[in-house]
C-alpha cells in the first residue's frame, strides 16, 4: 500500500512538472527547457526534478507527449462534442483559437511554437512535433471528409486542401497574437473560417460560445476564475 501511494505521488510529480515544461516551452523553446528552470518554476530541487528524467531528449519527448495531452482536452473532445459535419469543422477550429486565445500555454500555440523551434533538428524531436502535426492535419481533413458524407461541403472540394487551408488561417491568427497581441485577430481568423466553410459559422459559434460559457462555470466553481 505504502508503495502504491509513493507511486501515486510520484506521478503526480512527474505530471506537475511536465504540465509546467510544456508551458515554458512555449516562451524558451524546447531547446531551452533546463532541469534548471523547471526546478526554480516549480519550486524544486534541481534533484528532485532530474530523477524524474534520464537526459533532456526524454524531458523534451515527454513534453511533448503531455503537450499532446493538453491539446485532446482543450480542443480535440470539444469539438468531438459538436455534431458531425460542418459543425464539427468549425468547432475544430473554434475550439483552437479559444485555446490560444484562453492562453493555456502562455505563447501560444504549443505544437506551432515546437514546430518553429525544432525545425532544422533531425532527430525524435522533431519526429514527434511533425507527427502531431500530421495527425491534427489529418483530423481536419477527416472532418471536412465527414461534412462531404452528409453533404454539407461539394464532394469536388479537396478536403485535403481544405484542411491545409484552415490550419493556415489558425497559425495565422495564432502567430499573430503571440507577436502582436492584438486579441482582434481571433475575430479575423473566425470570419474567415466563416468565409471558406459558410456552412459551418452557425454551429461553431453556437458549439464555441456554450462550451466557453461552461468552462467558465466550472472555473468559477474551482475558484480558478
Known amino acids: 500500500m505504502l508503495e502504491e501511494a509513493n507511486g501515486t505521488k510520484g506521478a503526480q510529480t512527474r505530471s506537475a512538472i511536465l504540465d509546467e515544461a510544456a508551458r515554458l516551452a512555449t516562451v524558451v523553446g524546447l531547446d531551452g527547457l533546463s532541469v534548471g528552470g523547471l526546478a526554480r518554476a516549480i519550486g524544486m530541487s534541481k534533484s ?40 464539427r469543422l468549425g468547432a475544430a477550429c473554434e475550439e483552437f483559437l479559444s485555446h490560444v486565445e484562453r492562453g493555456v500555454f502562455p505563447g501560444g500555440c504549443f505544437f506551432s511554437a515546437a514546430a518553429v523551434d525544432v525545425a ?3 532527430g525524435p524531436v522533431r519526429d514527434a512535433i511533425a507527427c502531431q502535426r500530421t495527425a491534427w492535419l489529418a483530423v481536419l481533413e477527416r472532418f471536412a471528409r465527414e461534412a462531404q ?40 481568423a473566425r470570419r474567415a473560417v466563416r ?17 466557453r460559457e461552461e468552462r467558465g462555470h466550472r ?7
Do not use: C, M
Not at 196 to 203: L, M
Open 195 to 211: 468565409r471558406r466553410v459558410p456552412a459551418a459559422a452557425a454551429a461553431a459559434d453556437a458549439t464555441g460560445r456554450a462550451q
Open 48 to 87: 528532485g526534478v532530474y530523477a524524474h528524467f534520464g537526459s533532456k531528449q526524454e524531458l523534451q519527448l515527454s513534453t511533448i507527449e503531455s503537450a499532446r495531452v493538453t491539446f485532446v482536452e482543450e480542443v480535440l473532445r470539444p469539438a468531438l462534442e459538436a455534431p458531425r459535419g460542418t459543425g
Open 120 to 122: 532544422s533538428w533531425p
Open 149 to 188: 458524407e452528409l453533404g454539407e461541403i461539394d464532394t469536388a472540394e479537396d478536403a485535403a486542401q481544405l484542411a491545409f487551408e484552415l490550419q493556415a488561417l489558425l497559425a495565422a491568427a495564432n502567430t499573430s497574437f503571440i507577436l502582436q497581441g492584438d486579441p482582434t485577430v481571433f475575430d479575423q
Open 219 to 225: 472555473n468559477v466553481r474551482s475558484g480558478h476564475a
